[in-house]
Nanobody, 123 residues
Framework: QVQLVESGGGSVQAGGSLKLSCTAS????????MAWFHQVPGQERQWVAV???????YHRGTWSARFRISRDNRENTIYLQMNSLAPTDTGMYYC?????????????????WGQGTQVTVSS
């Protein structure tokens, strides 16, 4: 059974840091692309960071200066180091996997999702 399990969310004050983790299990082949998405109520999920292949990473402009995605291919795990958190970073963070082999940033391209982990940043 394919599963993505996130952890590491929580409540922090502005300026603080969190590190999210997402471990994939049940995949029979290497996952070409894994990503983090952010969602707030009433809005669509938007990509935050993508780890493509074994070494390539992409970070969305809004978060690129403060967040870093990393990937442990042996453990099938990705991380999101979140620094200098601001109240606007509040929301659900979802881990996603795209098995197509294409580099994608839209949520519709990702075929597996975790349950999400809540991040709340207070001012």
């Amino acid at each position: 059974q394919v599963q993505l399990v996130e952890s590491g969310g929580g409540s922090v004050q502005a300026g603080g840091s969190l590190k999210l983790s997402c471990t994939a299990s049940g995949f029979t082949q290497a996952i070409p692309s894994m990503a983090w998405f952010h969602q707030v109520p009433g809005q669509e999920r938007q990509w935050v960071a993508v780890a493509f292949g074994t070494t390539r990473t992409y970070h969305r402009g809004t978060w690129s200066a403060r967040f870093r995605i990393s990937r442990d291919n042996r453990e099938n795990t990705i991380y999101l180091q979140m620094n200098s958190l601001a109240p606007t970073d509040t929301g659900m963070y979802y881990c996603a996997a795209d098995t197509s082999g294409d580099l994608s940033f839209g949520p519709s391209s990702y075929d597996y999702w975790g349950q999400g982990t809540q991040v709340t940043v207070s001012s």
